[in-house]
């Protein structure tokens, strides 16, 4: 019994499912009620009358309901066609309906969902471009990019921002910041701009015996007017800047402490000439001589700062060239030769056969090599020896500039190219040394496409060695 029941229930919700049916049975009642009536009107008439009544209204009946049948058909089939569509549509594929026609109201559906789904598709597509590109931006930014909701949790962080904050974005997605990086600056700039809708700036050092100095800028975000609904906090690493600025403000000490020293000593000796001294012939004559010194240091000073000025800047065009090593240095050593011969240092030269010519002009050649040979020179002791090498090494040539003087002690080694760094200061300037032979080396060098290295040992001697590149490895380049 309760079997039939549910038997009955099932057909008659799948009769309620079914369109088709439900329109025919509503036109089979609308015809045969009207039949019916009729039916009963011509009832004097006759049994012949109604028999030709009952076959024609049978006739009708049966084509009628066939066409609405057949036409409720089609109908539910567009229907289902629409309906098959839309689904897959939400399922995120690209249908078309074809073949419905246009003048129906089911083919004028068709085509406004056509349309309706090509206007969604163009706008996801678009939105799925900005989004990859808007991504691809922030995954290839130097910075530092971390978005917080409001109660402060990570909600993006970025490729950059994930090696700043040591972590990586699927750790730290739902966190707080505290969790992630233990620094209160930040914590308190975050909280400030999620509470105020103030943007703010810190300047941090975000881990501990780290040098890393960060900018960090916390921008909030504003949804609805005037509520704060997060912020995006957009770390740079400043450390480089840091160091140049204080490199920057290290090099102007130095260099007005340079000038101020022989200018100094130049007004004292003026002034003391102008104080009557300049009646002493013999006075006036050492203390001309002194202060014609201070300003050829001052002088060669000025010179090698405008060099290496040019230098960093890269507005030193002669460079690069094509030049032969061997007569480059027995020039240098014609012209220093006097200098080691007063201070009793022997100067050689072993020149190899077989080196190439460098891609360097011979003007920076030749500043490099009086650079290292007056150097060595000036810190051998008398009765010392500097010798100059030159073989053939790596499609270049190798210089060595050996001495037998006091050396470098190995703490100061790093340190030597620095602009004005001395080993010793006092013994520096008493030789007339501006602190930058070595500065402008380096970058003659390596503007070059070389290297200069050095080897030294405290009171047996250094060695400097300079490798340039001949003109074909360059070509090759
Ligand atoms: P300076 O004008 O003082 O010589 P440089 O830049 O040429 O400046 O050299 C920097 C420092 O390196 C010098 O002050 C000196 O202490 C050290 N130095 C350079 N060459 C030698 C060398 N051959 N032997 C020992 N010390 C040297």
Redesign the pocket.
């Known amino acids: 019994m309760r079997g039939g029941f549910n038997g009955l229930r099932r057909l008659g919700e799948r009769f309620a499912a079914c369109l088709q049916w439900q329109i025919t049975l509503a036109y089979i009642l609308l015809v045969t009620l009207p039949f019916i009536w009729l039916f009963f009107l011509v009832e004097e008439g006759g049994g012949q009358v109604k028999t030709a009544l009952l076959a024609t209204a049978f006739f009708f009946f049966c084509f009628s309901t066939g066409l609405v049948y057949v036409w409720s058909g089609r109908l539910v089939r567009n229907l289902g066609e629409i309906k098959h569509s839309v689904e897959r549509f939400a399922d995120g594929e690209n249908p078309k309906l074809y073949g419905l026609e246009a003048e129906h109201e089911i083919g004028q559906l068709a085509q406004a969902l056509n349309g309706a789904v090509e206007t969604v598709s163009l706008t996801v597509r678009r939105l799925t471009e900005e989004k990859n590109r808007f991504e691809t931006v922030l995954e290839s930014m130097v910075e530092g990019v971390v978005s917080f909701d409001q109660l402060g949790r990570i909600e993006l962080l970025n490729r950059a921002g994930e090696k700043m904050l040591r972590t990586s974005a699927a750790m730290a997605k739902g966190k707080q910041l505290l969790a992630v990086v233990r620094n209160q600056v930040l914590e308190d700039a975050l909280s400030k701009t999620l509470q105020t809708g103030l943007p703010g700036t810190e300047e941090v050092r975000l881990w501990p015996h780290q040098p890393q100095i960060f900018r960090v800028t916390l921008v909030p975000i504003f949804l609805k007017q005037s509520k704060v609904s997060g912020a995006v906090m957009v770390l740079n690493d400043v450390t480089e800047i840091r160091r140049l600025e204080q490199m920057r403000t290290q090099f102007v000490a130095n260099v007005s402490h340079e000038l101020h020293t022989p200018l100094t000593s130049i007004r004292g000796f003026i002034e003391t000439l102008l104080d009557g001294a300049v009646d002493d012939p013999q006075i006036t004559r050492r203390f001309l001589s002194i202060v014609a010194t201070e300003s050829l240091r001052l002088e060669r000073l000025i010179e090698d700062l405008l060099l290496l000025s040019r230098l960093e800047h890269h507005h030193e065009p002669v460079i690069g060239g094509n030049t032969l090593a061997a007569p480059e240095i027995n020039r240098v050593r014609t012209l220093l030769e006097p200098i080691a011969r007063e201070k009793n240092v022997s100067l050689v030269t072993e020149i190899r056969t077989g080196l190439p010519q460098l891609a360097m002009a011979a003007a920076p050649l030749n500043q490099v090599l009086v650079?290292l040979v007056e150097?060595?020179i000036?810190?051998?002791p008398a009765g010392g020896r500097v010798v100059v090498t030159a073989q053939a090494r790596e499609k270049g040539a190798l210089i060595e500039v050996i001495?037998t003087?006091?050396?470098?002690p190995p703490a100061?080694l790093p340190r030597?190219f620095e602009r004005f760094?001395?080993?010793?200061k006092a013994?520096?300037r008493q030789?007339g040394?501006?602190?930058?032979?070595?500065?402008i080396v380096k970058h003659l060098v390596e503007r070059a496409g070389g290297y200069v290295r050095v080897k030294?040992e405290v009171g047996k001697g250094?060695v400097?060695s300079v490798y340039l590149p001949g003109i074909k490895a360059v070509a090759k380049d």
């Open positions: 650079n150097n060595a000036k810190y051998t001495d003087g006091i050396g470098i100061s030597l760094y001395r080993v010793d013994r520096s030789m040394g501006t602190g930058l032979g070595l500065a030294s250094t400097f």
